[in-house]
């Protein structure tokens, strides 16, 4: 969660530039009353939005709203509004943009009266002796810029991926949209136009994960030395975020903002009401969206958040320039999956992962029936929304590494880039396969999968290992001995994190210090849907 800011003067040391302020404008008249009868708005939000819950406590105050939110990723939460499944449960709506549901029919219609309430750009942010050694000292340079260093080897930085989180789809959008130079939304056609200099981009990808959150602060773990891993140059996210982090005290040096000249992506927040909604629920959504676009609200929200004001009139902070240029966004969702697809599949770093299986005595039965299936829905099988895009990628590197008393020998698989559908239904066989019986040697089977990794070069990928397992390790080595082995791999290698699964009865305390030591994290399955969680992790792939 973004942290309340400690003054408005903080930020004109934070942002990077010299732009002076906004003439300050005459003091607001009182504000209109939008108190009524006490009422609950039920809303679906995306994941960052839990920084809003102080004023949304004030809001209850002043209007007689309570909101009551369900955070939910990005693509999980559009699935979810386009098959129906937020009818009846939800009165409203608050993702970062709406442009993706807006491209798909079925969730269109579903979306009522939406208002802005802030906003804020997807900018990157650079550390000190990268900006001087390219020249960015001023904090002007712009998408092409950023991505010909990347393509030359001269930057490194971490960003989300396009399909777990709008601030790497937006990112993508936005690089692809300055290749094409052509001041149009992009279509499907433009990803073949901007394809070369895009893998370039990507090529200086060093982190990646599924959510903002987790992407700074394994960004930050790296600066400091607190994770594994050499630390990158920048990191691709909200300026909201950067502006946070800067005033954090986290960072050993403040980032240099780089908005780029030839335009950004924003998030817009619009606070959406769904046609379902009742009477009653239409006049919260209406009390609620005027109180937060009101001047003190809105005040409020750009000097706890961050964020940029979503209505004209509000002070900006000393030192914040005004909103960089905003680019088209595709308008189709065939350019949309398009660019989605290009990505996963032929753009991006791919990926090299071991899933250290637990098919001890005690998985028999229906835990190891929903082993297979959350294996298995990653071969291609699930043609949801979500399932499209956790599938195994081209040119990916997959080993299936099952154990109980002992680890099995690794079964080796690499996805075809060519025709990548045969080489997921072997996996998908191989996860048939699957057999239980025998102890549980979990730190024997994860220092196997470390060997596994480091037998082989794998230099260019995203490396990490899934560990799925349903109680404590009772056999072979113990976690002091993983923990060891993780210290004394050899200096410069990449880091692998691990992301436990806990499941049945598994050791939390030991699976969260699994996490911690590798800088990978913790993924909780007890109670919920494993193939739900597999798919999930694969935005940190």
Request: aromatic content about 6%.
């Amino acid at each position: 969660m973004r942290r309340v800011a400690a003054a408005l003067a903080a930020m004109a040391l934070l942002t990077g530039c010299t732009e002076p302020a906004v003439p300050r404008t005459p003091p607001p008249s009182p504000a209109p009353v939008l108190s009524g009868p006490p009422a609950t708005l039920r809303v679906l939000a995306g994941s960052e939005l839990a920084d809003m819950q102080p004023i949304l406590d004030e809001a209850a105050k002043a209007t007689g709203v309570t909101v009551r939110m369900d955070l939910i990723g990005s693509l999980e939460g559009a699935e979810r509004v386009a098959t129906g499944g937020a009818d009846g449960r939800y009165d409203a709506l608050w993702f970062s943009s709406n442009r993706y549901l807006e491209t798909l029919p079925e969730a269109k219609q579903r979306l009522g009266n939406a208002t802005r309430i802030m906003g804020s750009p997807v900018v990157l942010g650079v550390r000190p002796a990268t900006t001087q050694r390219l020249g960015w000292t001023g904090g002007t340079a712009t998408w092409k810029d950023i991505a010909a260093a990347a393509g030359r080897g001269e930057l490194t930085f971490a960003m989300t991926d396009p399909a777990s989180s709008n601030t790497g789809f937006s990112a993508l959008v936005a690089v692809a949209s300055a290749l094409d130079g052509t001041g149009r939304a992009l279509d499907a056609a433009a990803i073949d136009r901007v394809a070369a200099p895009l893998t370039g981009f990507f090529s200086g990808q060093r982190i990646t994960a599924g959510s903002s959150g987790w992407l700074t602060d394994a960004f930050a773990g790296r600066m400091t030395g607190a994770d594994p891993g050499p630390a990158v140059d920048g990191l691709i996210t909200y300026e909201a975020s950067l502006l946070e982090l800067n005033s954090s005290g986290r960072l050993p040096e403040q980032l240099t903002v780089i908005r780029p000249a030839d335009g950004v992506v924003s998030a817009d927040y619009p606070l959406t009401l769904l046609t379902a909604a009742s009477a009653g629920a239409r006049d919260a959504h209406e009390r609620l969206a005027a109180h937060l676009r009101g001047r003190a609200a809105q005040e409020r929200i750009v000097t706890r958040t961050w964020r940029r004001p979503g209505t004209t009139g509000v002070v900006l902070p000393p030192g914040l320039p005004a909103a960089p240029v905003e680019l088209s966004f595709p308008d189709t969702r065939e350019a949309i999956e398009g660019l989605l697809t290009a990505y996963q599949d032929r753009l991006r770093r791919p990926s090299r992962t071991v899933y250290v299986l637990d098919v001890s005595g005690s998985m028999k039965g229906a835990r190891l029936e929903q082993l297979k299936a959350a294996l298995q829905g990653l071969t291609g099988v699930n043609t949801s929304l979500t399932g499209e895009h956790c599938r195994f990628r081209s040119r990916e590197e997959v080993t299936l590494l099952p154990f109980s008393s002992k680890p099995a020998a690794p079964q080796r698989y690499t996805v075809d880039a060519a025709g990548p559908q045969p080489s997921r239904d072997r996996l998908r066989d191989a996860a048939g396969r699957l057999r239980a019986g025998g102890d549980t040697a979990v730190y024997d089977s994860l220092i196997a999968a470390y060997r596994e990794i480091d037998r082989s070069a794998g230099a260019g990928r995203f490396t990490s290992i899934v560990l799925m397992t349903d109680g404590e390790s009772n056999r072979g080595r113990a976690l002091a001995d993983f923990e060891e082995h993780v210290r004394r791999r050899p200096a410069g290698a990449e880091p692998v994190p691990v992301f436990p699964v806990l499941f049945g009865e598994a050791a939390e305390e030991q699976m969260r210090r699994v996490a911690t030591v590798s800088g990978g994290e913790l993924w909780d399955a007890r109670g919920g849907d494993l193939t739900k969680v597999f798919c999930q992790i694969r935005g940190y792939q």
